[in-house]
């Protein structure tokens, strides 16, 4: 079965920067598109940044020019780069295939001075 382990968060002072990493089993890794999504309490998940299998990448508008998306085939992991970081991008961060509706356990993500 679909397999997701984020790792990376932590506690980080505003305009700093932190890697996230999401390792994927179980599926064909190369063939999949991916998402990072966000979650805060009480609100909906939100879908952070996307990258397609042939590694075309969107973003959410308040994320936009400061986390990048990428993915390593080789590795079957996809990472996001996140700098210039908020205290509103403050959540537990996820990361999923498209196509399965998979969640792993979430990594959580802190920026505060």
């Known amino acids: 079965q679909v397999q997701l382990v984020e790792s990376g968060g932590g506690l980080v002072q505003p305009g700093g920067s932190l890697r996230l990493s999401c390792a994927v089993s179980?599926?064909?890794?190369?063939?999949?598109?991916m998402g990072w999504y966000r979650q805060v309490p009480g609100k909906q998940r939100e879908l952070v940044a996307s990258i397609s299998s042939q590694g075309n990448s969107i973003y959410a508008d308040s994320v936009k020019g400061r986390f990048t998306i990428s993915r390593d085939n080789f590795k079957n992991r996809a990472y996001l780069q996140m700098n210039s970081l908020k205290p509103e991008d403050t959540a537990v961060y996820y990361c999923k295939s498209h196509a399965y509706d998979t969640w792993g356990q979430g990594t959580q993500v802190t920026v505060s001075s």
């Open positions: 179980g599926i064909i890794f190369n063939v999949q598109d």
